[in-house]
């Protein structure tokens, strides 16, 4: 089992960066497949959306189109952390950022794949 807790959100203009941290318990960290999903305001947590996946050991990431060039996901597995560099933020940017981490190697872009979360992090994007 792994508990994570993200950092990291914030209140940034359009055009800024943030970078995100999911911070991992557990020895097992280097053995999940991760992911950070986000919620839209006033849409419902069964309405998440993919932003970025990453494989075990970081050699295989997947992007949501709308992400792809300005996030740049990332791991440390010696230091049981996960990473989302988030650059050119826009105001659709805007939601809670959740990590997640599945019981697999691999990754997914699929939510429902995911066993364990991350209690999320706020990012605002003003315009």
């Known amino acids: 089992q792994v508990q994570l807790i993200e950092s990291g959100g914030g209140l940034v203009q359009a055009g800024a960066s943030l970078r995100l941290s999911c911070a991992g318990s557990g020895r097992a960290f280097s053995s999940y497949g991760m992911g950070w999903f986000r919620q839209a305001p006033g849409k419902e947590r069964d309405e998440r959306e993919f932003v970025a996946t990453i494989n075990f050991n970081g050699g295989r990431t997947d992007y949501a189109d709308s992400m792809e060039g300005r996030f740049t996901i990332s791991r440390d597995n010696s230091k049981n952390t996960m990473y989302l560099q988030m650059n050119s933020l826009r105001p659709e940017d805007t939601a809670v950022y959740y990590c997640?981490?599945?019981?697999?190697?691999?990754?997914?872009?699929?939510?429902?794949?995911?066993?364990?979360w991350g209690q999320g992090t706020q990012v605002t994007v003003s315009s």
């Open positions: 997640a981490a599945r019981s697999s190697l691999f990754n997914s872009r699929n939510d429902f794949e995911y066993d364990y």
